[in-house]
């Protein structure tokens, strides 16, 4: 199979209550396909940075075989920059610098070789950019996943109705979900998104799992309990990256396997909050992910008959 | 078995954005008794109430064959009164009334026929309270499990931690977890109760479900994702019916039937915010119950392998 990314790639800076760090790779666009990548081996990135951008950070994403052939690198521009702050419970950020540079003017260029792509994840940015993508992409892949972010609803809501009826999944939080559908109840919520347009919704709930929706039934993914979450950034991010890679690998659009891909986007998820950005997602193998996949079945697995 | 349950029988009063009732059936020991009942047949219960507390709620437990010998009713006295009013987003709730009457000056008497009992359930009520039921008690139960809430620990912590010591499972919410521990991280908190004394520590995450830690296990069970919460009243209490119930029931308290006690728990607290007060609790039956539990089932069912 194949895969296509568009998202940013980016610099952030990080601090939370265990310490920060300077400048190092961040972005939607990067998250999502490195997490990928564990699973589908022909993942493709579309994005936008400056020439201040590393090579050696495109070597790694290549280093995990990731094309980085659709990123542009835009000379005399400056990389998108975002630094963010953590509280002490990690549930609220500030961000102390939202710097767009080549983002800002961003027209995003399908390669000829990802025309042929059947799974396209449209990870956070503006629904005008998503939605360019899916139309230069002249094959309609078999899945398309968004993934947004309330800030688009606050500014350009019309917009991401028009892109959010193009796609087969929406990957939205708790709190988006009900904002963008106006309904407290997320059985509601998921049920007025889907009518516009989307056939499944899946909704993040952070620390309390993720709910699944779709052909009229519902799963509940858990998250794995942490002792320590060190870093929140990108969890979002990293969790469609491992659904929409885990669907490409198996290549199977059931509603079943759509609630593995749920756990598998759980379990990567889990891993990324353990390290600073994309650290821990940049140094895992396919045994220590069997093993994450293990602690998900046990953390969820009853043997109940009928109590009666 | 049997199972002895002691806790609050009160009246109370409830406003939610759907209606109000007028002064009902309510207290802590009551949802639990009433929860606890579909599934052990033989459950007792400890209490105080004035002398206008009407005989048809006695009645009215007593057909759900739960023994009321262990009711004491005061002349003279009223019964316990709560009153209570729900924000729109049912997780806000002021309390209007909260007359202590009857309960204020309880000493909780064992009848000679509960002395037998396998299963003790202490509902939330004052820790001096729920510790002079345990002592009163010769034989040591098979299981001890107790509720509290948060109010007990800025009042009187030191008789709090006293009782908690006492017992084998602790049931209590996220909030009140991270209070009494001091711990954001819930695995951290379930460790540093379980070394209150505890072996088993439950913590109740409201719509996000429920933990269940012991044993250096963990198991997430869900919260049905519902359309409509009629009223929040007594959930937490129906949880800890339904989980004490289906252990004295299957009398095994491995860890591995704690799981199937938990979704039982949950089954119960599903049902009893779709009306107000214990009205849909009074009126199950085990056909219900059992569909409810296949929904659990189907919830969180996924059938992954290794992915590698």
Chains 1, 2 share one sequence.
């Not at 936008?48 to 070597?59: A, S």
């Not at 990957?171 to 997320?186: P, R």
Request: proline content about 4%.
């Amino acid at each position: 199979m194949s895969l296509t990314v568009v998202g940013s790639v980016a610099f952030d800076a990080i601090e939370t209550p265990f310490g920060k760090t300077d400048k190092i790779i961040g972005g939607a666009g990067t998250y999502i396909s490195l997490s990928a990548s564990y699973f589908e081996k022909k993942t493709n990135i579309i994005s936008v940075v400056g020439d201040d951008f590393p090579q050696e950070y495109l070597n790694m994403l290549n280093s995990h075989s990731i094309d980085t052939k659709g990123i542009q690198i835009k000379k005399g521009e400056k990389t998108f920059f975002w630094s963010g702050k953590y509280h002490s419970n990690m549930n609220v950020r500030d961000t102390i610098t939202t710097e767009l540079n080549s983002l800002a003017t961003f027209n995003p260029e399908v390669p000829d070789q990802y025309q042929d792509t059947k799974y396209l994840m449209l990870g956070n940015l503006t629904p005008v950019i998503q939605r360019q993508v899916v139309e230069r992409i002249k094959k309609r892949p078999k899945l398309v996943v968004m993934d947004t972010m309330n800030f688009w609803m606050d500014t350009m809501l019309d917009e991401l109705k028009k892109t959010i009826k193009l796609v087969d999944v929406l990957s939205i939080n708790d709190e988006e979900a009900q904002q963008l559908s106006g309904k407290h109840s997320l059985v509601k919520a998921a049920r007025v998104i889907s009518e516009m347009g989307p056939k499944f919704v899946i909704i993040k709930k952070g620390a309390h799992g993720a709910l699944l929706f779709g052909e009229g039934k519902m799963f509940s993914a858990p998250a794995l309990p942490l002792e320590f979450v060190f870093d929140p950034t990108g969890a979002g991010d990293t969790f469609a990256g491992g659904f929409i890679g885990y669907l490409a690998k198996t290549d199977d659009i059931s509603f079943n396997n759509m609630k593995n891909a749920v756990i598998a986007g759980s379990v990567m998820a889990s891993f990324n909050v353990e390290k600073f950005g994309t650290e821990r997602i940049q140094e895992l193998n396919e045994k220590i992910i069997n093993q994450r996949v293990e602690k998900f079945v046990d953390l969820v697995s009853f043997d109940m008959k009928h109590p009666f």
